[in-house]
């Protein structure tokens, strides 16, 4: 079992310095976890990423950098079954694109800083809405799935073009799930309709996907 994080208190900070404080916490949390237990935690990550995805035939999924929650094992589990997997590409003026995955050895670095990104065909960012599941990077998610990202807006702005009737998922781990005060929402956040951890995988309350169909 995972031990929470303690969150620090952001009462009265502006939203974005309360969102600094936060990231900042959790990238600590992630850098001290040793390689072997991203590697464990990498693939119950993948187990409950299957399951959380279904049978959905096409989803996008982003391809996990440094600390971030090991995607590989469930890029390749969900390619193996036959899914279309959309991976972010980082267009011009980090435009929201997208490429399609074919293999490990086909992700190659772009540009410095940049998360590994598919070569191939790039697709323009209403592709996204070719996606049935969105599986969005987060560093913590609150009851309600307000998500924290690592600060881009890239993410915000990019599931604007997802299909009205397509979840996003969010990874993080376990003890990055807020249960306390919620996160700080700005009026462009998104939220996440459910949440993958290594530990299991589950619909967000509040949201519309968690009441079957209508
Ligand atoms: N794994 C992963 N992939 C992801 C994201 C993420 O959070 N995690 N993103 C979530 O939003 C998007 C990438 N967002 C990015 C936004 C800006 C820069 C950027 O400005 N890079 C600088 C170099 C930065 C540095 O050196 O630290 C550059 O390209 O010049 C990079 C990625 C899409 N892919
Ligand atoms: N839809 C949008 N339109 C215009 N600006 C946006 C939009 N979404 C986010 N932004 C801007 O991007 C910046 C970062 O936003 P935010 O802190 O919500 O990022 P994040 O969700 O942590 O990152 P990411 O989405 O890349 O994971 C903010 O300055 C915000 O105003």
């Known amino acids: 079992m995972s031990t929470a994080i303690r969150f620090p208190e952001t009462t009265g900070l502006e939203l974005e310095d309360a969102k600094s404080a936060l990231r900042a916490t959790v990238r600590s949390s992630r850098a001290a976890r040793s390689q072997r237990q991203r590697e464990e935690a990498a693939a119950s990550f993948a187990e409950h990423g299957v399951q959380a995805v279904g049978d959905a035939r096409c989803v996008a999924a982003y391809v996990s950098a440094s600390t971030e929650p090991d995607t590989s094992m469930l890029i390749d589990a969900l390619h193996e079954r036959g899914v279309r997997l959309l991976l972010p590409v980082l267009g011009p003026g ?5 490429g399609e ?3 490990r050895e086909e992700l190659a670095q772009r540009a410095p800083g940049r998360p590994l990104e598919p070569a191939g065909e790039v697709f323009p960012p209403e592709a996204l809405a070719e996606a049935e599941v969105v599986i969005a990077p987060a560093l913590a998610v609150d009851a ?6 690592q600060g881009g807006g890239w993410y915000d702005r990019a599931l604007l073009h997802r299909a009205p009737d397509a979840p996003v998922l969010a990874m993080v781990h376990e003890a990055e ?3 306390g005060a919620p996160l700080p929402r700005a009026e462009h956040d998104i939220p996440v309709d459910a949440v993958i951890t290594e530990e299991r995988w589950f619909l967000i309350g509040g949201s519309p996907f968690a009441h079957g169909p209508s």
Do not use: D, F, K, Q
Request: hydrophobic share 40%; aromatic share 12%; charged share 10%.
């Open 144 to 149: 309600s799935g307000i998500r924290l990202g």
């Open 177 to 179: 799930l807020i249960t």
């Open 94 to 98: 980090l435009a929201r694109c997208w």
């Open 101 to 103: 995955y074919t293999s």
